[in-house]
């Protein structure tokens, strides 16, 4: 076997076996293929797509790349969250408490923001002294203690992914389902939790731009997941404005505790109940997931969700002052409100409208404006402005006028001051009747 004929075979839309994708993720881990004939092969996966067998049998090997983690030293059913990328996502900071104080056992490990998304990780770094980098056993005993730990993925679950999405994020290769498929289920059959809640986006900030891409990526994940023993559930929700109103780290964390102080936006809230809802219904503490919900909004209004984050911030040795002074996150040099101009009121006839509603958010492109700010990375290696963000004053459907405020941007570095306020200025269209109300939750994938 060897790596021309495999590239050869799928160039020509041949169906790899499981010996010949075996033999190329081994290898490419391994260091024994070059960068070049790999990505051709994910060029050709990209173009002549995989079956599902195929798809099947990559992400088995990526996750016997590396370790499997075992959880079952924690009692009771474990259950892990994953969103498939998003802008303004910080639903993991609010569903992973209130699924715990529901009585689940969260054991997370969580990756970073890459692109135009954010990750998880990098916003927990924003609370004063928060360890992401635990050791299995201290996580494991944290689970344990809390029901709640959240720790950055080790290098050793499913390595394979890691340096097969660092060429696809350089190859033009991300977006393809198959691939998205074994990256993503990949590390979660590694991370040992018993049962999986998939929050699939759907959007034009997120990787499926449209319904049926998103559920073709649900199902598969669903399936595969399914395959190896796992209760499974995807969620296909909207993600064609980002969520809530931060977009960054430190100001993510600080609506993630707005919310779990019951003061969040109402997207934030309802999703993340909704997310909660299932996790409580599949890790077996509810009946279903009506039932579910209940408990969720229960953990929310008693404040036992919020409880659950402190524990979560102690325990990681994070400040949990935090939660009460939001001053003691990383504070930003500049802020810059960006506010409605005379051209974005213009009418097709040169008149100016006295009043318009935002017709379309361009979420990825304001993904990538906060990035630029600082708050994201372009490549693995770039330190992150944790004080870098965007915070929308209106979002979708809301209704303006001359001189009101769309969003406040801010970061550390004077120098992306002017680009920024030129990128966010320009992801809002406006129009004069008010766009649909788009539907948060679309659909809900199970076996
Ligand atoms: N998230 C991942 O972990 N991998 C992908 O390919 C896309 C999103």
Redo the contacts with the bound molecule.
């Keep these: 076997m060897n790596m021309y004929d495999i590239i050869y075979k799928k160039r020509e839309g041949g169906i790899l076996t499981k010996d010949e994708i075996d033999y190329f993720v081994k290898g490419y881990t391994n260091n024994n293929i070059p960068d070049y004939q790999a990505a051709a092969l994910l060029m050709a996966i990209f173009l002549k797509k995989m079956n599902n067998e195929e798809t099947f049998n990559l992400t088995a090997s990526m996750k016997n790349s590396g370790d499997i983690i075992d959880l079952s030293s924690i009692n009771g059913i474990k259950v892990d969250k994953?969103s498939?990328?998003g802008v303004g996502d910080k639903t993991t900071l609010i569903v992973a408490p209130l699924a715990a104080a529901a009585g689940i056992p969260i054991a997370k490990m969580s990756?970073r923001g890459?692109g135009f998304?954010g990750g998880t990780i990098d916003k927990l770094e924003s609370i004063p002294g928060f360890k992401t980098s635990v050791e299995t056993e201290e996580f494991i005993k944290l689970v344990n203690n809390s029901n709640l730990s959240v720790i950055g993925q080790t290098a050793h679950i499913a390595p394979a992914?890691k340096k097969i999405?660092a060429l696809?994020d350089v190859t033009a290769t991300?977006?393809?389902l198959s691939?998205?498929?074994?990256?993503?289920m990949s590390?979660k059959l590694a991370s040992g939790s018993d049962a999986i809640v998939l929050d699939v986006k759907c959007g034009n900030g997120a990787?499926m731009n449209n319904l049926h891409d998103a559920e073709k990526l649900g199902e598969l994940m669903v399936d595969i997941g399914f395959a190896d023993g796992k209760k499974i559930i995807a969620i296909i929700t909207d993600m064609n404005q980002p969520l809530g109103r931060a977009i960054g780290n430190s100001n993510e964390v600080i609506e993630a505790i707005e919310t779990l102080k019951g003061n969040g936006p109402d997207d934030i809230t309802q999703l993340s109940l909704t997310l909660a809802s299932y996790m409580i219904y599949i890790g077996g503490k509810a009946s279903s997931p009506d039932e579910g919900y209940k408990m969720a909004v229960s953990a929310l209004k008693s404040g036992n969700a919020l409880k659950k984050l402190i524990k979560l911030i102690k325990g990681q040795g994070g400040n949990i002052d935090v939660v009460n002074d939001y001053t003691l996150f990383p504070q930003p040099a500049w802020s810059v409100e960006i506010k409605v101009t005379r051209e974005m009121m213009m009418d097709e006839n040169g008149g100016l409208s006295e009043k318009k509603y935002i017709s379309n958010i361009d979420t990825k492109n304001i993904g990538l404006a906060s990035q630029h700010l600082g708050a994201g990375r372009a490549t693995k290696e770039d330190i992150i402005d944790l004080s870098a963000g965007i915070y929308l004053h209106r979002k979708l459907g809301d209704s303006v006028s001359l001189g009101d405020v769309l969003a406040t941007i801010s970061g550390t570095d004077y120098s992306r001051k002017e680009s920024g306020i030129k990128e966010v200025s320009k992801v809002f269209s406006f129009g004069n009747i008010k766009p649909e109300k788009q539907t948060l939750i679309k659909k809900v994938i199970m076996k």
């Design positions: 994953h498939t990328g990756g890459l998304t992914d999405y696809r991300v977006d393809n691939l998205i498929t074994s990256s993503i590390k990787f």
